[in-house]
């Protein structure tokens, strides 16, 4: 993936991207640069709406890990602080949604997780470098299999 900068351009890319997953029904846009594309659906914590972002994403276990790098700004992501308020969200790969619980990943589970994903995905690092804030690991797990 290569290292972009926060930018008019970066957000009407996103948009777009957005817009193709969700009328397509997650067919188009699923796969870009190589890499895993789902949509993610959390509640803003200011408006209380649901609100959706297409993000690269990365196979845990029986979930997914998602990277909040906002391109190396120096503040976290809107849908990082939405699901610090509320984690549940819906998580859409292809056509089908899926409910799931979000946290952060911590300690070694969070080195860990980081390592891996900046040893394929060097700008992660990049962005770490952009930015005094430490970049969020988001671990997403299918509700339904917590409560197992």
């Known amino acids: 993936m290569p290292t972009a900068r926060r ?18 029904g997650g067919r188009l846009g699923a796969n870009l640069f190589g890499n895993k594309i789902l949509m993610l659906t959390t509640v803003g914590h200011k408006s209380g709406q649901p609100r959706n972002i297409t993000i690269y994403y990365y196979p845990y276990q029986n979930g997914h890990v998602i990277i909040g790098s906002n ?6 992501p809107a849908w990082y602080l939405n699901l ?8 859409q790969i292809g056509a089908q949604p899926v409910q799931m619980l979000a946290r ?5 589970e969070r080195e860990k997780l980081w390592t891996d994903i900046v040893t394929n995905e060097s700008s992660y690092a990049d962005y770490q470098n952009m930015t005094q804030r430490m970049i969020p690991v988001v671990v997403l797990e299918p509700i339904e299999s917590l409560a197992k």
């Open 71 to 76: 391109a190396g700004h120096d503040r976290h």
């Open 7 to 24: 930018s008019q351009g970066l957000k009407l890319f996103w948009r777009l991207h957005r817009w193709l997953f969700h009328i397509s």
């Open 104 to 108: 952060e990943a911590e300690g070694s």
């Open 84 to 91: 610090k308020a509320q984690p549940e969200v819906t998580v």
